[in-house]
């Protein structure tokens, strides 16, 4: 099964600020992962698929990039809503395996 | 718009069965498959397993197989999660969630609103 590593575990960011959070694959997933946004009492919501690409309706701030085993979601100039727990996906290989999770807070 | 909606909150005894099921609107049923992951309190998101609701063939993580089945009611819109012999380390929420791949690749672009199953002793 793929470990899928997430770091940091807590990210503090100012609004307006740039946020990177870093997805790390135990091998190679090609570019099959997702990235998912989760906030406190809600299921999480899908943001990226195919490591690059947003999903619908998803604001231009988030961005996501890398392939292989390294990967990365950016989230220029903060906005209030976007802190919240973010995990990533593969799902290249059998079972699929998710993070354990980024939580991104205020600074 | 598309919707999943899964039944209320279970309490069951340790040895017990809880079947969770997943209601889908909003989009043709049959021609999206239906996974399930679950969520222990504080914790991640851990992958269940997956079926397809046209032909009803199925796939378990190695964690689940003997002891998680996944069925659904087409005529209905609906998918079905049970899981066995319940210990308190199976106290999560489980979500369903619609894939957007095949045979269990794929990432998960909606999902349900959780249901929230707490086994006691």
């Known amino acids: 099964e793929i470990l899928m590593t997430q770091s940091p575990a807590t990210l503090s960011v100012s609004p307006g600020e740039r946020a990177t959070l870093s997805c790390r694959a135990s091998?190679?997933?090609?570019?099959?992962i997702a990235w998912y946004q989760q906030k406190p009492g809600q299921a999480p919501r899908l943001l990226m698929y195919?490591?690059?690409s947003r999903v619908t309706g998803i604001p231009g701030r988030f961005s996501g990039s890398g392939s292989g085993t390294e990967f990365s979601l950016t989230i220029t100039s903060l906005q209030s809503e976007d802190f919240a727990v973010y995990y990533c996906?593969?799902?290249?290989?059998?079972?699929?395996?998710f993070g354990q999770g980024t939580k991104l807070e205020i600074k | 718009q598309v919707q999943l909606v899964q039944s209320g909150a279970e309490v069951k005894k340790s040895g017990a069965s809880v079947k969770v099921s997943c209601k889908a609107s909003?989009?043709?049923?049959?021609?999206?498959?239906i996974n399930w992951v679950r969520q222990a309190t504080g914790q991640g998101l851990e992958w269940m397993g997956w079926?397809?609701?046209?032909?009803?063939?199925?796939g378990y993580a190695q964690k689940f197989q003997g002891r998680v089945t996944i069925t659904r009611n087409t005529s209905i819109y609906t998918a079905y999660m049970e899981l066995s012999s319940l210990t308190s380390e199976d106290t999560a929420i489980y979500y369903c969630?619609?894939?957007?791949?095949?045979?269990?690749?794929?990432?998960?672009?909606?999902w349900g609103q959780g249901t929230l199953v707490t086994v006691s002793s």
């Open positions: 969630a619609r894939g957007a791949g095949f045979s269990g690749y794929g990432s998960l672009d909606y």
């Open positions: 909003g989009y043709t049923f049959t021609t999206f498959e």
């Open positions: 079926m397809n609701p046209h032909s009803g063939k199925t």
């Open positions: 091998q190679s997933v090609s570019s099959n």
């Open positions: 195919g490591a690059s």
């Open positions: 996906q593969q799902y290249n290989n059998w079972p699929q395996t």
